[in-house]
């Protein structure tokens, strides 16, 4: 199982650090007129990639993995939910920005996270990467939260113009369910999730550093 594992985080990292080199590259060749194709050049892979990660609810699930599911859980199904339901689904909010930014913050914290991941099935654990693990992710993911919300701002006109998943059931249901207004209840339900999630991700930190802190304190 360790070996496994061990492949799904290589995976993983080598899907990322794709998107990630290929976005900066871009960019440096590019400059602004690559943010608004980012989507079309690098979606491809980013939806691979978010759908692999699927699997890791599953491993906590079976017990192969340690992690804590509720927050994992959220973390998968935010992106998930963004990505394939928001962005995917709207032609005109693939050309935004906001997409950038969601994809590159998205990608830097997986290239750290997952570098971290091997290293661990290996029993290597290098200091100054462990601290990046647990730190680097607590001002970047309230980011990427932002980042996701104001997506699903830019994308209400379009859910309101072309009624993308909006149901109206003929008589005698006289029911409907009216897309945009299901987007501003989740936009609660996210922010709610990202009060939960930075708790756990303090816990975290403090289970990893919190010792070695101690230890230089008492030194």
């Known amino acids: 199982m360790n070996t496994y594992l061990f492949v799904y985080d290589l995976m993983q990292f080598c899907g990322h650090s794709w998107i990630f080199t290929n976005m900066i590259i871009r960019f ?7 943010l608004a194709d980012t989507f079309y050049s690098i979606g491809l892979v980013m939806r691979l990639c978010q759908l692999l990660s699927i699997l890791e609810i599953l491993h906590i699930l079976i017990g192969i993995d340690k992690g804590r599911l509720f927050p994992r859980f959220l973390q998968i199904t935010e ?20 997409v950038c930014v969601l994809f590159f913050l998205w990608n830097l914290l997986d290239v750290v996270r997952y570098t971290y991941n091997m290293l661990a099935r290996m029993e290597i654990h290098y200091p100054p990467l462990t601290w990046l693990n647990f730190s680097l992710c607590i001002p970047l993911y309230p980011l990427s939260v932002l980042a996701k919300a104001f ?16 149901i109206k059931l003929p ?47 008492r030194s």
Request: glycine fraction near 6%.
């Open 151 to 166: 997506a699903i701002c830019v994308s209400l006109p379009y859910f309101e113009s072309f009624g993308t998943y909006s």
């Open 79 to 98: 992106r998930i939910i963004v990505l394939f339901v928001v962005i995917n689904s709207q032609e005109e909010v693939q050309g935004k920005y906001i």
């Open 28 to 34: 440096m060749s590019f400059g602004k007129d690559s």
């Open 171 to 217: 008589f005698p249901f006289a029911f409907s369910i009216y897309f945009p207004y299901v987007l501003k209840m989740y936009l609660l339900v996210l922010f709610i999730g990202m009060c939960f999630i930075i708790q756990n991700l303090f816990s975290e930190r403090k289970a990893h550093l919190g010792t070695g802190n101690v230890k230089k304190k």
